[in-house]
């Protein structure tokens, strides 16, 4: 009974790469979400997917970032072009259903570094 | 914009005593709260929530406390423990308003510390 799986916990990219970062949510779980905490703050909203959908993508950056939940496989979040102010934690968060009402599992978290 | 605010960065109490956490929020479209724990490395684990419909919900040593006419919630932790220690996060959504079902608003933390 695994719960929400991030991977990976830690990465490290040179500003201009390109991040990658995957969440696996809780088996029966359709709706995942992304967050980003960074240093002394608390966590900020991106994005809310269920399969093959975005459903709010209000708190992204408009640009270099991008979110995926496919039909098969984990969600990813897409970072293109990195610079050092992306260096955050970023959580992903699953839930059966849609509202904080059916209650969210986070996973561990991807702790992303631009060096 | 800052919609959940925790004031209080750090709050050190004695084992045993009564830890009471503050949190105010400035949307008054915000119906369900919920309080998470969150450990260095880890991420946030769920503690306990509550409706707008109830001003207060208990589970064993924790208990919320809702003021809607203040905007202002509290978690009361009775006794603390030293495995208490850790940063507290409130956070608030909007379960009746479509456009932002899904979305949490979390405030900055409050690191607790549980002394022997």
């Known amino acids: 009974n695994a719960g929400v799986m991030q991977n990976p916990r830690h990465l490290v990219r040179r500003r201009g790469q390109e991040a990658r970062l995957r969440c696996s949510p809780m088996k029966g779980h359709s709706h995942v979400y992304w967050y980003r905490q960074l240093p002394e703050e608390g966590l900020k909203f991106m994005v809310y997917l269920q399969k093959e959908n975005i459903i709010d993508e209000s708190g992204m950056p408009k640009e270099r970032f991008s979110a995926e939940f496919p039909k098969e496989g984990p969600s990813i979040l897409r970072i293109q072009q990195v610079v050092r102010g992306d260096s955050a934690a970023y959580f992903c968060?699953?839930?059966?259903?849609?509202?904080?009402?059916?209650?969210?599992?986070f996973g561990s978290g991807t702790r992303l570094t631009v060096v | 914009d800052q919609q959940v605010k925790q004031n209080s960065p750090s709050l050190s109490v004695q084992e045993g005593r009564i830890s009471i956490l503050n949190c105010d929020y400035t949307n008054s479209m915000f119906d369900y709260f919920l309080w998470y724990k969150k450990y260095p490395a880890e991420g946030p684990t769920f503690l306990i929530s509550i409706s707008s419909i109830k001003d207060k919900n208990e589970d064993g040593r924790f208990t919320v406390f809702l003021n809607k006419s203040a905007k202002h919630l509290s978690l009361h932790i009775v006794p603390s423990q030293p495995g208490d220690s850790a940063v507290y996060f409130c956070a608030a959504s909007a379960l009746n308003r479509g456009s932002t079902l899904g979305r949490l608003y979390f405030g900055r933390g409050t690191q607790l510390t549980v002394w022997p």
């Open positions: 968060a699953s839930s059966p259903g849609q509202g904080a009402g059916y209650g969210y599992t």
